[in-house]
């Protein structure tokens, strides 16, 4: 099991919007940015959200992002074919003093 | 162009050793921290280690511990991991990645493949 906690899969069709959640803790997404990534397949992790709600230039504004407490959540507006792809959370721990990754979730636009 | 190229995987028995390497351009590599992430087969994003950028200070993922070491050699701009006492679970495709901080990864390498296997 993941430390933080993600849904495995999530859905939507064209237009949609679709929120991908992340649970963790106190000593991690409690005290700690999130930062979430986009995987998709065969290819390498891209940041698409850092220090919890910021997005980097050239991702686009459909995607963004929250945190409450010890949980975050990212959130896809206007979900596009494209946007079909593996998501993650991840987040500093500090009783584990390393990174922890959420499990991803898969996301398939109906 | 801010690039990160890695090398060094391949096809290794158990309890086998292997060194990854990652050359970085495009940037002041001594400026940043550099970690490696892999992804196993049919699994999520897993963390493996970090190391800072001057001074360095190295971290490990648990299941690492004793077995694999991170280093690099600012003067040619490359990141390493030495993977020693290999598992068939340290089968994946190890990232390395720029970090800005702790968990934000701007920069990746396309992957190397490591398969741990008989």
């Known amino acids: 099991q993941s430390v933080l906690t993600q849904p495995p899969s999530a859905s939507g069709t064209p237009g949609q919007r679709v929120t991908i959640s992340c649970s963790g803790s106190s000593s991690n997404i409690g005290g700690n940015y999130v930062y979430w990534y986009q995987q998709v397949p065969g290819t390498a992790p891209k940041l698409l959200i850092y220090?919890?709600?910021q997005r980097p230039s050239g991702v686009p504004d459909r995607f963004s992002g929250s945190k409450s407490g010890t949980s975050a959540s990212l959130a896809i507006s206007g979900l596009r074919s494209e946007d079909e792809a593996d998501y993650y959370c991840a987040a500093w721990d500090d009783s584990l003093s390393g990174v922890v990754f959420g499990g991803g979730t898969k996301l398939t636009v109906l | 162009e801010v690039q990160l190229v890695e090398s060094g995987g391949g096809l290794v028995k158990p309890g086998g050793s292997l060194r990854l390497s990652c050359a970085a351009s495009?940037?002041?590599?001594?400026?940043?921290?550099m970690n490696w992430v892999r992804r196993a087969p049919g699994k999520g994003l897993e963390w493996v280690s970090s190391?800072?950028?001057?001074?360095?200070?190295?971290y490990y993922t648990d299941s690492v511990k004793g077995r694999f070491t991170i280093s690099r050699d600012n003067a040619k701009n490359s990141l390493y991991l030495q993977m020693n006492s290999l598992r068939a679970e340290d089968t994946a495709v190890y990232y390395c990645a720029r970090a800005l901080s702790t968990s934000w990864y701007d920069t990746w390498g396309q992957g190397t493949l490591v398969t741990v296997s008989s």
């Open positions: 495009g940037f002041t590599f001594n400026s940043y921290s």
């Open positions: 190391i800072g950028s001057g001074s360095p200070t190295i």
């Open positions: 220090r919890d709600n």
